[in-house]
């Protein structure tokens, strides 16, 4: 299938890409991987007049890190974060979930900040995003604004953003040393999207109990969510088999996920307990009780 005509623009800087969206505000839409815009345009379930290709902006690709917190510019690609080594030092969660979005050759065009701002709650990096409470900065002609991931996903594809704004780069803090950290989806085929997904980080303190957890789930609702109730459930407590059965029971009766072809709402609930419960024994063995 074919898309809708539409007007193409290829600015050099953000400058340009934030003044191209002040002109055709709702009409446009940034052009980032194109791999989940493209085949929405195809389908024509979008059909943006005007599409604004960030990819000569080559200042917006860059994984860097300032202070304890890892940048990473619009530009910057799935796969090149996959492979960084900053990532797999600094940000072991992220580096965790890369291998489950998609296929290679999608992570190889897919960028960082295009799977954020498309927000699906089916979406592995999303997750990643909201558990590790990333910052978010969006430019427009106006001047910079940072959100966190609770105001930046407003609801399935839906992200934060007014017409003239775009996503100009995530902000990640390093994970502490001994933290945590594990990423576990389950799907229906090999690289398909997810039926249901945890993304956790848990701290723990020097008497072995969890001095700060934080998981956030994709599928538990209409957009990925952090799991308020369970975090703190947990704190403050040392990871047992009770403890972990607790927290797997909280998650599935706090879950809301929608039902689909690929799985009912009940059946959702039930894999993100289980899947609690896998993620929290994966870090049982990293408690040293003294
Ligand atoms: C076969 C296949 C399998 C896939 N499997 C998965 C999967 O398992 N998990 C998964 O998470 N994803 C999956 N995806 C989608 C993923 O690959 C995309 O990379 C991602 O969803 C969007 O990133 P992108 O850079 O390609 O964005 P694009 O497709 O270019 O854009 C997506 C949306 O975000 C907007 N946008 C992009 N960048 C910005 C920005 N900087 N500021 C504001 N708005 C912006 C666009 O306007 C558009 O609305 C799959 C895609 C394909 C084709």
Do not use: W
């Amino acid at each position: 299938m074919k898309p809708a005509a539409f007007d193409y623009h290829r600015p050099d800087s953000i400058e340009e890409a934030c003044a191209l969206l002040a002109e055709h505000g709702a009409d446009s839409r940034i052009l980032s991987g194109g791999q989940s815009l493209v085949p929405l345009m195809n389908m024509r379930i979008l059909s943006p007049a005007v599409l604004i290709d960030i990819n000569r902006c080559r200042d917006l690709a860059y994984l860097r890190e300032e202070g304890g917190v890892i940048a990473c510019g619009a530009l910057t690609r799935q796969g090149e974060a996959e492979t960084s080594d900053l990532v797999a030092a600094r940000l072991p969660l992220m580096a965790a979930a890369m291998p489950h979005v998609g296929v290679r050759a999608n992570r190889n065009f897919g960028t960082v900040c295009g799977s954020l701002a498309h927000a699906d709650p089916l979406a592995e990096l999303p997750s990643v995003a909201s558990a590790l409470d990333a910052t978010f900065v969006i430019a427009s002609s106006r001047g910079r604004r940072e959100v966190g991931a609770d105001e930046f996903f407003v609801s399935a594809l839906t992200n934060c953003l007014e017409p003239d704004e775009m996503l100009a780069e995530v902000r990640l803090p390093a994970i502490p040393e001994g933290a945590r950290c594990a990423f576990l989806e389950i799907a229906n085929r090999a690289h398909g999207f997810a039926v249901a997904g945890i993304a956790a980080c848990v701290e723990f303190g020097p008497d072995g109990r969890c001095s700060r957890a934080r998981l956030s789930a994709m599928g538990a609702g209409d957009t990925t969510a952090r799991l308020g109730s369970v975090e703190a459930l947990i704190e403050g407590q040392r990871l047992d088999d009770a403890l972990i059965r607790a927290a797997g029971a909280e998650a599935a009766a706090a879950a809301d996920p929608a039902g689909d072809v690929h799985a009912d709402s009940a059946y959702r609930a039930e894999v993100i307990g289980s899947l609690v419960r896998k993620v929290l024994r994966q870090m049982q063995g990293a408690v040293v009780e003294r």
